[in-house]
């Protein structure tokens, strides 16, 4: 999604986006102002990050069913339909009755995974969704060229890494050259940080030279904050003169622990448990999350996990449960074939605010191939939903109880 706005700079705002149990990343907010709501409402369908806000923290452990690191909110009860007017108010359990069951069907499907190990049925890797780039663009007073178009090749930097932002000037939707772009490195708090001019030679990190998309390498100071967000400014000028100006932000983190590049698999109950080893240079809290894929390049589930390491060596599980990998014709999920690929994986230093954020990591690691049948295609029955459901049922009987009696009314 491209955010577009009209004429000069706009000040961003400062958001915070949850990724962890009750925790969470500041980030500059870019474009329009956001939905409140969830990070994501679920691994099926994730929001950019960029237009996310999450301030509660829960002690309930986060469900990847309403997306990575989103912690589970108690279940609403039935909202009851009714029109008020001056003389009456009139009430029709026939819409109730119909939100309730939509809602127990929804728990249901909820309450078959543990809230840490989650399907993806809609082929959308949550991890991946989370860390997608949106590119801002500016244009004239009334949104006419040229319109400059500004983002970060990542929004999360990993200290020793460069920082390497992108820009250029577009008319009628062509990249065109420009007179000049320069940007400026701002902290949270709006003071500037330094300065810098954006390059097309092919070189510190310009990948073309001459194709009209500008690259400036940053290098953030040196300091002991585990994660720190910055804004740049940018200001682009036309050969004829024209100024336009645009932002974007990007984290620069120092997590304090790393992943060795060993794993280890095997299956535990039914279910597929990858474990990863961490290199913890300083202690903390972690949460980790990983994405698994199948023989096909599919895919299949989303697990996380979080744990207080002390500096060393540590094994973290990621558990994938079975139910995942058979087939579900509601969903239209089809069963997944082994081997697996652990594709994605996502670290977080959840110690303090704000959270610092780890390099995605690419691990390439593929387990042992499984056979089907030594996976659980039990439902978990997760408590939480469980319970929710019980109570749903409930009001639904209450509603139907209301709705039969109101057709024997004359």
Do not use: C
Not at 110 to 133: C, T, Y
Not at 199 to 215: F, L, M, P, S
Not at 252 to 272: C, I, K, M, W
Not at 297 to 308: D, F, H, L, T, Y
């Amino acid at each position: 999604m491209r955010e577009r706005r009209s004429g000069g700079w706009k000040r961003g705002a400062l958001l915070l986006v949850t990724l962890g149990v009750g925790t969470g990343v500041l980030l500059w907010f870019r474009g329009r102002t956001p939905e409140v709501g969830r990070l994501a409402h679920s691994a099926e369908r994730t929001e950019r990050p960029t237009q996310r806000v999450q301030a509660q923290s829960s002690s309930v452990p986060p469900s990847l069913g309403e997306g990575i690191g989103a912690s589970r909110e108690q279940p609403s009860p039935t909202a009851q339909v009714q029109q008020e007017s001056d003389e009456e108010e009139i009430f029709d359990p026939r819409a109730a009755i119909a939100l309730t069951q939509e809602l127990i069907e929804d728990y249901r499907r909820r309450s078959e995974f543990p809230p840490e190990s989650r399907p993806i049925e809609s082929g959308q890797d949550p991890i991946l969704a989370e860390r997608e780039v949106s590119p801002i663009e500016a244009g004239g007073p009334e949104g006419e060229d040229p319109v400059l178009t500004v983002f970060s090749g990542q929004l999360v930097f990993e200290e020793p890494d460069s920082v390497l932002v992108y820009a250029y000037l577009t008319a009628q939707g062509e990249k065109v050259p420009t007179q000049s772009i320069t940007g400026i490195l701002m902290s949270e708090a709006l003071q500037e940080v330094g300065t810098f001019d954006f390059r097309d030679d092919g070189q510190d990190g310009d990948a073309q030279a001459g194709d009209a998309v500008y690259t400036a390498r940053i290098e953030p100071p040196a300091g002991e904050e585990v994660a720190v967000s910055y804004l740049v400014r940018v200001v682009a000028v036309s050969l004829d003169g024209l100024e336009r100006r645009a932002g974007t932000s990007f984290q620069y983190s120092r997590p304090g622990a790393r992943l060795t590049g060993n794993f280890r698999d095997h299956v535990e109950n039914g279910s597929v448990v990858i474990e990863v080893e961490l290199d913890v240079q300083r202690g903390g809290a972690f949460h980790l999350s990983g994405t698994l894929y199948d023989s096909g390049g599919r895919p299949v589930g989303v697990a996380q996990n979080r744990k207080e390491l002390e500096a060393g060596q540590h094994w973290i599980p990621l558990l994938y449960y079975g139910r995942m990998f058979h087939p579900d014709e509601r969903t239209g999920r089809p069963a997944a074939t082994g081997p697996f690929q652990l594709r994605f994986v996502s670290l977080l230093n959840a110690t303090n605010m704000p959270n610092a954020l780890s390099r995605l990591w690419e691990p390439n690691y593929w387990t042992r191939a499984y056979s089907g049948a030594e996976f659980t295609a039990e439902p978990f029955n997760d408590p939480f939903y469980l319970e929710a459901i019980a109570r749903e049922e409930k009001e639904l009987e209450r509603l139907q109880a209301l709705a039969a009696q109101g057709d024997k009314e004359p």
